[in-house]
């Protein structure tokens, strides 16, 4: 089993940026891919960037060099930089990590939300 823990959503301003982080626990030594996805009401979820264990990252189209995925293996945690912010990245961001392509585990997401 794999814990996930985020940690650094909250209200921003347009414009604006957040760094959320992803804690990982548990039986680590296997993990693939780490990664985040969103939603909001009414709206399918969307991956918004991805990285895998030796560091190859993919992002969602909508990101457009705004956020930037990183992971630290030694201190089992991964983070999104999120810069220059828009009203429409307002959702429930969540932390997801994979144990080849059988195991996929959650964290409880984290609420990002940006006024105009």
């Known amino acids: 089993q794999v814990q996930l823990v985020e940690s650094g959503g909250g209200l921003v301003q347009a414009g604006g940026s957040l760094r959320l982080s992803c804690a990982a626990s548990?039986?680590?030594?296997?993990?693939?891919?780490m990664g985040w996805y969103r939603q909001t009401p009414g709206k399918q979820r969307e991956l918004v960037a991805a990285i895998t264990s030796i560091g190859r990252t993919n992002y969602g189209d909508f990101v457009k060099g705004r956020f930037t995925i990183s992971r630290d293996n030694a201190k089992n945690t991964m983070y999104l930089q999120m810069n220059s912010l828009k009203p429409e990245d307002t959702a429930v961001y969540y932390c997801?990590?994979?144990?080849?392509?059988?195991?996929?585990?959650w964290g409880q997401g984290t609420q990002v939300t940006v006024s105009s």
């Open positions: 997801y990590a994979t144990r080849g392509t059988t195991y996929w585990y």
């Open positions: 548990g039986s680590i030594f296997s993990i693939d891919v």
